[in-house]
T-cell receptor, first 114, second 116 residues
Framework: AQSVTQPDIHITVSEGASLELRCNYS??????LFWYVQSPGQGLQLLLK??????LVQGIKGFEAEFKRSQSSFNLRKPSVHWSDAAEYFC????????????FGKGTRLSVIA | GAGVSQSPSNKVTEKGKDVELRCDPI?????LYWYRQSLGQGLEFLIY????????KSGLPSDRFSAERTGGSVSTLTIQRTQQEDSAVYLC??????????????FGPGTRLTVL
């Protein structure tokens, strides 16, 4: 069965600073990997996803993530954080078997300070 | 077009009462999922519908939980005899399907359930 670990519960960064949110997964085959963002009181919005091919994936809002099979990681990055990026970020893994329920990490809450 | 919608947005109920939560998926999406998000936790899968196939109920935490999907569109999640530990945000998602590899799931805004 798949599992996802987001080791950082809460991260605080200064506006304009770079950001990296960690995600490690466990799955026996090549996974489908996702990053979602959830603003307070909102549903989840897809930032980016990885299925195959180029291991560096570009997403919306200036985010990118890199799939590293050797490290079982799919870390999310942004070169310069904006105050509006403050939210909860969830990494998720899907089985390589078509539409299946996703397995989510417990999330990382991002705070942005001036 | 319209995204996934859920109603009500908030529901407060008393312990022991039954509640129904509704999800309207994106038009044309054949796959529909229910997840539960408890405070400080990630999202927990509850149930999955794909077209006319039998639903995957493997995530339902107890027999007090059930869900149906009428006409392959709207879904209702029912919790009977609610308990305080049922308090959570219930999220619905839909995807295009069927069985398209890695198809994106689109989430609704959720229903926040509070059991007093």
């Amino acid at each position: 069965a798949q599992s996802v670990t987001q080791p950082d519960i809460h991260i605080t960064v200064s506006e304009g600073a770079s950001l990296e949110l960690r995600c490690n997964y466990s799955y026996g085959a090549t996974p489908y990997l996702f990053w979602y963002v959830q603003s307070p009181g909102q549903g989840l919005q897809l930032l980016l996803k990885y299925f195959s091919g180029d291991t560096l994936v570009q997403g919306i809002k200036g985010f990118e993530a890199e799939f590293k099979r050797s490290q079982s990681s799919f870390n999310l990055r942004k070169p310069s954080v904006h105050w509006s990026d403050a939210a909860e970020y969830f990494c998720a893994v899907g089985a390589n078997a078509g539409n299946t329920p996703l397995v989510f990490g417990k999330g990382t809450r991002l705070s942005v300070i001036a | 077009g319209a995204g996934v919608s859920q109603s009500p947005s908030n529901k407060v109920t008393e312990k022991g009462k039954d509640v129904e939560l509704r999800c309207d998926p994106i038009s044309g999406h054949t796959a529909l999922y229910w997840y539960r998000q408890s405070l400080g936790q990630g999202l927990e899968f509850l149930i999955y519908f794909q077209g006319n196939s039998a639903p995957d109920k493997s995530g339902l935490p107890s027999d007090r939980f059930s869900a149906e999907r009428t006409g392959g569109s709207v879904s209702t999640l029912t919790i009977q005899r609610t308990q305080q530990e049922d308090s959570a945000v219930y999220l619905c998602a839909s995807s295009l399907g069927p069985r398209l590899a890695g198809d994106t799931q689109y989430f609704g805004p959720g229903t926040r359930l509070t059991v007093l």
